[in-house]
């Protein structure tokens, strides 16, 4: 299968005050293009840190990473900022949509960043938000301000939406629609979708698990079949 | 631990405490600046006029006896008299000089402030000078000096240099209003330094000390009664030169009211969004407090001391600087038109009450926004407050509002989201660039003044005063060589249903070389008929075209009625006028005092039956050279009110930047280039300058006009005028502002960290 995310020994450090604190250890790993993957791991472990990395939302201090085939590792801050304009789409646990912009202009938003993107309106039906377009965010729930931030990263056309802890804000039926949209996104539009979180159910919905823990890979489980997600006991 | 969080507070918010001291620091420096200058006038003027006595009444007559005096003396609340003669002469040492030479028998009334010599002895054979016109002059205590009165010439040597309190303004002619000090001023001899026989010394006035200042009309009446020789008898309320000084008094309550005023509401404006905004910020961290056990009373004292120490220090600063640097250069100003004692500066109570209200009003303001927060429940605080929904009138699903570019879109909606932010930016913003155009607009307004009355009003080159004794062959000589151009000046009382009012009547027979302009400033020619009013006397007066009015010289019984006829607009004298030939129907003799000329008299040094001889362009410059020291004033206000621009378009930006960084954050990760998203931030401060412009253009006039309107005596009607180039200035200097200010910050949209960012809104 195609490789769509390849990191070679993937170091990150931060300084906090005189201590060096390393967030990523030495992580190398590979992600097939389609795939649907889970970073598992406890708090602190460095899940965010690799998400981060991959999206090209920071920089590394060692190590090299390569996505669709591309070096991004020494990319500046412009070529950065236009690689994840093409190649990303992100969906965060708190949603991060601009709550003084309707629906519809959230999704649009990206329009003035991407090349080609999906029509905004067509993205917001794909997630069931037709009939919300004019709505500010207040005026909605959790579940469909995450449909909208969803939406958002489909309208930009991306191979690869990183989602932190998607359904981490919300309650464990909204987060089920969630995720199955999510699903959905990878199995008919061949988006990558890697989804970092600590709840150890989602491994048996993805075909592969990466297991992070003190900044280190501990391991990555192949799931050759992975269950459907009504089928999981949520 | 809380003292930590307070400094560790302040250190994170550093831009916006480094703001609210700005403008505190900057509503006090002015504020406290103007009214220390101020109250320093009027405590030095009561002080001086007190500890010398100045004079009362004042009783002007033509030859005032022993007997005379005596009869005064004896007047009921007449506590003291003493006669002066005054004459003009001149001093050989000083070039183009005209002295005003006064002779008296004692000092205890007006009596001297000596300022390097001795005080006045009747006995010493010297003189006691003017210590301005002296300074300038480089003439010293024992310096003799070569005095010139009539025909005869006399050495006297400095004993004294002094000032008086009759003199603190004193300019040579009503056509001068700023004195130089240069080839004009005072000298005073003993009596007994007279250079003519004993009999010719004519006392000419009478300086009267009363008793009870508020009975000053009855004993007017009484000396006009019982007392012969006198033309006119006046008290304060007629001088001159204190009226002046009163009314530079009142020019500075307008300066405190208008740019204090300005300057201290904007910045309580500012501050009070800005605590607001901070409280609101520290909403979860309070709840952390509050969850810990900390008492609402702990809280709310550690929440105080934000607002309330860094006002407080930004207060005192101002308050000990504003006197320092703004009360010293209008001290400085003030002083050399004035000839008063040190001018120093006063800090009043009200002054400090008004710093120590400033504080308060930021620290009730932090206690109403955290009571608010501290209302509510602990498990409520600790959650970030949902944004309002959007109850604005606009439909934002328009078709146009649709067609608006995304950044246009964002910032109109963040707009009606932080209204009070907004507000507050276009409120100091329009302040600064009001300012700037009133700063210009005054020199513009002092410029069109100088036009208007030295090259409207005045169509003559050089101005002779005729002495009071000339001659029939001084006057005919005179009018041969340089033409029958004159005027004649009328002292009259007018009494009108309501007042009386002691002014002045030109008479005009100057052939066209004295103008006079109708309310439009169009020029009018006088009609025989009737007076002419200027428009300010008019409005002051209650008096229009149609009515009349009662007059009578000073010194003479008979009274007149006459109509107005016309109402004429002078920017320098309130005054009637009327025409040679209307004053002679009028049976009343006509006798020039005043002669007007085109001729080059730049080498005549004097004439027989002239006192002074007058260019105009002399006194323009003069006039001139006061507007090099508005000059300074004009560059204070400008710098204040970039600085004041600047701090608020500053302030206004950091809270937006701070409120919105996660926004930023998100847009950095969606992929918009720091260029496009710093587009975005600076638009609406764009849009904050753009209206403030349009706005700030009309109320900068608006604020010149209330200036020249509120600010100048009753002898002054200037026009308001602000120049095309004046608002070209302003408009510039506020987006000049604006451009700097907004690049710095929008510097920082670069320094967004999006990890860290998105991290610190969850």
Not at chain 1, 109 to 120: E, G, K, M, S
Not at chain 1, 130 to 146: A, C, D, V
Not at chain 2, 653 to 659: K, P, Q, V, Y
Request: charged residues 20%.
């Amino acid at each position: 299968m195609d490789k769509i995310i390849e990191l070679f020994n993937v170091t990150k450090l931060y300084n906090i005050g005189e201590k060096e604190y390393k967030a990523l250890d030495n992580v190398s790993l590979e992600i097939n293009k389609g795939d649907f993957v889970v970073i598992l791991g406890p708090s602190g472990a460095g899940k965010s840190t690799l998400l981060n990395l991959i999206g090209g939302m920071d920089s590394v201090s060692e190590g090299t990473i390569f996505i669709d085939g591309t070096n991004i590792t020494n990319y500046n801050e412009e070529a950065l900022t236009k690689f994840r304009a093409e190649n990303i789409g992100f969906i965060f646990q708190f949603y991060n949509i601009f709550s003084n912009l309707t629906v519809l202009e959230n999704v649009e938003l990206v329009n003035d960043v991407v090349r080609n993107p999906i029509n905004a309106k067509e993205a917001i039906k794909s997630v069931g938000l037709e009939n919300h377009i004019n709505k500010f965010p207040t005026q909605l729930s959790g579940g469909e301000q995450q449909r909208v931030s969803i939406a958002r990263a489909i309208s930009k056309n991306s191979k690869i939406l990183l989602c932190d802890e998607p359904t981490g804000a919300l309650d464990s039926k909204t987060g089920i629609e969630i995720l199955k949209l999510l699903k959905y996104q990878c199995s008919n539009e061949n988006n990558t979708v890697i989804i970092v979180t600590h709840n150890t159910l989602y491994t048996d919905i993805a075909d592969s698990v990466i297991k992070v823990k003190n900044g280190k890979i501990e391991n990555i489980i192949k799931n050759d079949k992975p269950k459907n997600i009504d089928e999981v006991n949520w | 631990m809380l003292r930590r969080k307070f400094f560790r507070d302040i250190i994170k918010n550093k831009s916006q405490f480094i703001t609210i001291f700005a403008m505190v620091f900057l509503g006090v420096f002015i504020y406290s600046g103007i009214n220390s200058y101020m109250a320093g006038m009027q405590y030095v003027a009561d002080r001086y006029y007190d500890e010398n006595n100045f004079q009362d009444i004042w009783i002007i007559g033509t030859n005032f006896t022993k007997n005379d005096l005596n009869n005064i003396k004896n007047i009921n609340n007449v506590r003291d008299a003493e006669r002066k003669l005054s004459v003009i002469g001149s001093i050989n040492n000083i070039k183009d000089s005209t002295i005003q030479i006064n002779f008296i028998e004692s000092n205890n009334i007006s009596k001297f402030y000596v300022k390097n010599g001795i005080g006045f002895n009747r006995d010493i054979d010297g003189v006691w000078i003017d210590s301005y016109l002296a300074n300038n002059n480089n003439l010293n205590v024992g310096d003799v000096i070569t005095v010139k009165y009539g025909n005869e010439t006399f050495d006297k040597k400095i004993v004294g240099l002094i000032i008086v309190p009759d003199h603190v303004y004193d300019p040579k002619s009503e056509a001068e209003i700023f004195p130089t000090h240069t080839d004009y001023g005072f000298i005073y001899l003993s009596d007994k330094q007279f250079p003519y026989k004993a009999e010719y010394m004519q006392y000419n006035s009478v300086m009267v000390d009363v008793e009870n200042i508020s009975a000053t009309d009855e004993t007017k009446v009484n000396i006009e009664n019982k007392t012969s020789n006198w033309i006119a008898v006046t008290d304060r309320g007629d001088d001159v030169s204190s009226q002046t000084y009163k009314a530079e008094m009142e020019e500075g309550t307008t300066y405190v009211v208008v740019f204090s005023g300005i300057f201290l509401f904007i910045a309580i404006l500012s501050v009070i969004t800005t605590m607001n905004r901070f409280v609101k910020k520290q909403r979860t961290e309070l709840g952390i407090l509050k969850s810990l056990g900390f008492k609402n009373k702990k809280i709310m004292k550690l929440y105080l001391s934000y607002g309330f120490w860094i006002s407080l220090f930004a207060s005192i600063l101002g308050l000990i600087t504003g006197p320092m640097v703004i009360g010293k250069v209008f001290s400085n100003m003030v002083i050399k038109y004035f000839a008063i004692p040190e001018l120093y500066t006063i800090i009043t109570a009200e002054t400090y009450f008004v710093s120590g209200i400033v504080v308060v009003v930021i620290a009730l303001v932090t206690y109403l926004s955290c009571r608010k927060e501290l209302k509510e429940k602990v498990v409520d605080v600790l959650r970030e407050k949902s944004p309002k929904e959007n109850k604005s009138n606009i439909n934002f699903n328009n078709k146009i509002f649709k067609k608006i570019k995304f950044s246009t879109k964002w910032n109109i909606r963040d707009a009606i989201r932080g209204k009070a932010r907004i507000l507050m930016g276009i409120i100091g913003t329009t302040g600064c660039c009001a300012l700037i155009i009133c700063a210009f607009g005054m020199l513009n307004t002092i410029n069109d003044y100088v036009n208007w009355q030295f090259n409207e009003l005045y169509n003559f080159k050089y101005k002779m005063t005729l002495n009071r004794q000339y001659s029939e062959d001084n006057y005919n000589n005179i009018v041969s060589k340089y033409g029958n151009n004159t005027s004649q000046t009328l002292n009259v009382e007018i009494k009108n249903s309501e007042s009386k009012e002691i002014n002045n009547i030109t008479v005009d027979n100057s052939n066209g070389l004295l103008k006079y302009t109708n309310i439009n400033r169009k020029y009018i020619e006088l009609n025989d008929d009737g007076v002419y009013i200027t428009s300010k006397l008019a409005e002051r007066l209650n008096l229009n075209v149609g009515d009349n009015i009662n007059w009578h010289i000073l010194g003479d019984e008979t009274w007149y009625n006459s109509k107005i006829i016309g109402i004429n607009r002078n920017p320098q004298n309130q005054n009637f006028s009327m025409t040679k030939k209307y004053l002679e129907s009028l049976e009343i003799n006509y006798r020039a005092d005043s002669i007007y000329t085109n001729y080059d008299m730049s080498n005549i040094k004097e004439l027989e039956g002239v006192d002074i001889i007058q260019n105009k362009d002399f006194i323009k410059n003069g006039t001139e050279n006061m507007i090099s020291t508005v000059k300074s004033m004009i560059i204070m206000i400008i710098v204040a009110a970039i600085i004041l621009g600047a701090v608020i378009i500053y302030n206004l930006g950091i809270l937006s930047f701070t409120e919105k960084s996660y926004q930023f954050a998100t847009l950095k990760v969606l992929g918009f280039s720091t260029n496009k998203i710093r587009s975005i931030f600076i638009e609406q401060n764009f849009w904050v300058t753009l209206i403030a412009i349009i706005l700030g253009g009309p109320l900068g006039y608006y604020i010149t006009y209330v200036v020249f309107k509120m600010a100048l005596s009753e002898d002054y009607d200037m026009i308001a005028k602000v120049d095309n180039i004046s608002y070209l200035y302003g408009i510039l200097g506020t987006l000049i502002v604006s451009y700097i200010v907004n690049n710095i910050l929008s510097r920082k949209i670069k320094t967004v960290n999006m990890v860290e960012s998105l991290k610190a809104n969850e």
